[in-house]
């Protein structure tokens, strides 16, 4: 079992940034990539970044270029730095992670809502 923590949402104007972190604990030595998704009301959960043990990562179309995943393998922790929030960056951000015994987890998320 792997429990997941995230932290670092809340409330950022369009412009802005946030970061978001995750800490993963339990079964650590089993987990492969990690990474995080998105969803916004009414839409479905999607895949927004993701990040290999050997640190190889992937993004979503709508945010390259303005978000950054990393991973501090030694802290168990995944980072997810937002730069240049738009408006329909609003969405509850859930971390994410899959093992070496094919098992996916998830986090309870963490709202991101960005205003003016």
């Known amino acids: 079992q792997v429990q997941l923590v995230e932290s670092g949402g809340g409330l950022v104007q369009p412009g802005g940034s946030l970061r978001l972190s995750c800490a993963a604990s339990?079964?650590?030595?089993?987990?492969?990539?990690m990474g995080w998704s998105r969803q916004a009301p009414g839409k479905q959960r999607e895949l927004v970044a993701a990040?290999?043990?050997?640190?190889?990562?992937n993004y979503e179309d709508s945010v390259k270029g303005r978000f950054t995943i990393s991973r501090d393998n030694a802290k168990n922790t995944v980072y997810l730095q937002m730069n240049s929030l738009k408006p329909e960056d609003t969405a509850v951000y859930y971390c994410?992670?899959?093992?070496?015994?094919?098992?996916?987890?998830w986090g309870q998320g963490t709202q991101v809502t960005v205003s003016s």
């Open positions: 994410t992670c899959d093992t070496t015994y094919g098992s996916q987890y």
């Open positions: 990040i290999t043990r050997g640190s190889s990562t």
């Open positions: 339990g079964s650590i030595l089993n987990i492969n990539t």
